[in-house]
Nanobody, 124 residues
Framework: QVQLVESGGGLVQAGGSLRLSCAAS????????MGWFRQAPGKEREFVAA????????YYADSVKGRFTISRDNAKNTVYLQMNSLKPEDTAVYYC?????????????????WGQGTQVTVSS
C-alpha cells in the first residue's frame, strides 16, 4: 500500500556531505511518522533519525547528532536526511521507513513499510 523510494546516496570523502531523499506514494504521507535507519556490512541495523507526522517531533542517534538533520515536506510526500561531516563509519545502506499508525518511534520493529535502501560510502 505504501511505497518508499530512497535516493541521493553515493561515494564521498570524509568530511563531505550528502542529502538523502525518500519519496512516498499516496496522499496520506502527512499521517506517517518517518524514520531513517542504516545497516553496514556485517553489522546490525541501527536507528539514525526519525520525525513525527507534523515534523515537530525529531529524534537522532547519538552517533549522528549534530551532523545529520532530518526534515520532511508533506506537500511533496518526501522526507530528507541531510548528512554533513561524514565519517567512514557512516558507510552503510540507508533505509527510510514509514509508520502509518502510532507516534514517532526509534524502534525499527514499529515501522510498517520500508524502502529498498540507498548506499552511502564514505572514504577515509
Amino acid at each position: 500500500q505504501v511505497q518508499l523510494v530512497e535516493s541521493g546516496g553515493g561515494l564521498v570523502q570524509a568530511g563531505g556531505s550528502l542529502r538523502l531523499s525518500c519519496a512516498a506514494s499516496g496522499r496520506t504521507f502527512s499521517s506517517y511518522a518517518m524514520g531513517w535507519f542504516r545497516q553496514a556490512p556485517g553489522k546490525e541495523r541501527e536507528f539514525v533519525a526519525a520525525i513525527s507526522r507534523s515534523g515537530s517531533g525529531i529524534y537522532y542517534a547519538d552517533s549522528v547528532k549534530g551532523r545529520f538533520t532530518i526534515s520532511r515536506d508533506n506537500a511533496k510526500n518526501t522526507v530528507y536526511l541531510q548528512m554533513n561531516s561524514l565519517k567512514p563509519e557512516d558507510t552503510a545502506v540507508y533505509y527510510c521507513a514509514a509508520r502509518t499508525l502510532g507516534l514517532v518511534t526509534t524502534n525499527a520493529n514499529e515501522y510498517d513499510y520500508w524502502g529498498q535502501g540507498t548506499q552511502v560510502t564514505v572514504s577515509s
